[in-house]
Every structure is written in C-alpha cells, then in structure tokens.
C-alpha cells in the first residue's frame, strides 16, 4: 500500500519538468492523479487523466474540479504548481505581460483553491502551491516573476489559517534551481552554469524528481502536523548571506591581523587578533 493509495490529486502544469515528476511520484505511491495543463502530458494511463486547462481561466479551473470528482469521486491533493517567468526591467515592461505572470503564477492559485476547497473538506486534504525562493527575495530585472511568487508564499499562510478547520493543510514549497524549461539558457553554456553553481552551497542544479520527493511529503500523512510552512528545497542557497566565499575575502577570514574593535564576535575575538589560516 502506498501513501496515497485510495487517493485523488489535481497537479496544475503536470505535463512538464517539476509537475510532470509530481505526477510520476504520486502515481507511484498509488495516487490517482488529474494533469491540468495547456499541453497534454507524454503518457496518460488508468491512474493518469489529461484535462486541458488554461489555469488563468476561472471557467476552465472549476470544469477540472467537476471533472476530477465525476471521474474519480473525491479530491484529496491539489498541487497548484504552473507557472511562467518574465524577464525585463521595470520601465520596459508592458502591463500585459505583468498580469499574465499574475494570472498563472498567483491567481490560478486562488481559482484552483476556491473551486478545490469544497471538495476537500469531505476527506480533509492536502495543498501544496509551488512558490519559489524568488518569493522570498528579489532576483535582478525579475520583478513580476518575484511579486506574483511573493503572493504565493503569503497566499498560503492565510489559507493554511482558513482551512485548518476543515482538515486541510496548505504548505508552500520554494525550489530553488531546477533543471527544467522555464529555466531557459540559464544553465546552457559552461559559463553560466558555472555562475549559477557557484553561487548553490550543493554545486548543483536540483532535478525535478528532487522536488517531487518534497511535494509528496508535505502531500502525505508524514506532513500530518504541517500547515502554512513555507519550505525551501535550494542547495542551501538562501541559507547564507552573499558575503564572499573565500576564507581569504571577509574580515573574519582575513590573513591580517584584524583590529578587535572590528569583529562581532565577543566571546572570540574581544581583547586579540584573529589570523585565520
Ligand atoms: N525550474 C525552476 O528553477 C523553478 C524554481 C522555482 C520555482 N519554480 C516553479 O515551479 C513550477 C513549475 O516550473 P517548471 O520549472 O517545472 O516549469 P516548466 O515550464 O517545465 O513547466 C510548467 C508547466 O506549466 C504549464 N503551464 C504554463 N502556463 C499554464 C497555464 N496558463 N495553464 C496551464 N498550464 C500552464 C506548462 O505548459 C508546463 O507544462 C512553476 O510554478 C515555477 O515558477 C521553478
């Protein structure tokens, strides 16, 4: 019996990278799943349903709800999880493209857990909304893809508030760099893979499947006392401060002898220098 036997999931944007591995993962540990997607997913099966959806569309979503409990009877998972980017600085920004990042990114959320929510409270459920670490912090000329994740991260917590009554949890993930298309050229040259890489404390890009892996937790009964938690899945790259990474750059690291006056650290340093090796 796997974790998710018995049970029904929604997965928006299953069709590619992150969600596509979502779907994978809950079918594998017995879930039935619907794919709510603009494109259809490489492979449907008895446990795998494609219903096209344009997620922005309040029409399309409450359509994909019906149909999920006409199908399969009950709704336990949503993992609301499309989404697009938008690259450009602020004064070339054209209006439309912000609300179209809005409207995938941020209130096909809403939509899906206006429509979803009623059906969730029968059975108690599980949300999970795919926010990002650029929810959490600003990256340069990504400001739309920022504030719509933003409004995920904080979207959660009020409606973790809201339905903690009625059994159902909803938690945030915020991945960090996953190798996957919406990336684009991101990691496409040695150059700038190199960039990103040096920059993650784990060296490396995440793969999808390291994501799903977190979905299906915070999906499952293991995550039973979690709700409105917003977890990072970063290779540790929120978890430090851009101070340099050279022993040899920061005072704390510095050859020299470092007046005391200058270091923060009472208990160590108060009263000597420091040379660090
Ligand atoms: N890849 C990363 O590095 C990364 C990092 C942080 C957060 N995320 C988030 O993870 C989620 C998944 O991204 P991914 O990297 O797997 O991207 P992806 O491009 O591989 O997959 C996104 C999916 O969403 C679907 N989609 C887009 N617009 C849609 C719409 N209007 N209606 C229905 N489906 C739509 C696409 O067809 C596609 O199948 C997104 O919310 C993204 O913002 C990704």
Redesign the pocket.
Known sequence: MGRFSGRVAIV?????????AVVARLVSEGARVTI????APDEESDAVAFTA????SADAVAATVDATKERWGRLDILVN?????AFGPVPDMEQEAWERVF???ST?IFLFCRAAVPAMRENGGAIIN?????GLYGDYFMSA?NAS?GAVVNFTRSLALECAPHGIRVNAL??????????GPSLSTPESRDAWCSRIPLRR??Q?EE?AGVVAFLASDDASYMTGSIVTADGGLTAHTVSPTSPNCGAFGSRKPVEPARLCLPSVCIGTTMNMP
């Open positions: 928006t944007g299953g069709s590619s990278g992150i969600g596509a709510a997607d603009l494109n959806t344009d997620v922005a999880n499309a989404g697009v980017g409207a995938v990114n096909a795919i926010a990002s670490i650029s893809y994740k915020c991945p960090g760099l996953v190798e996957t298309p919406l990336i890009p995440a999808p994501m």
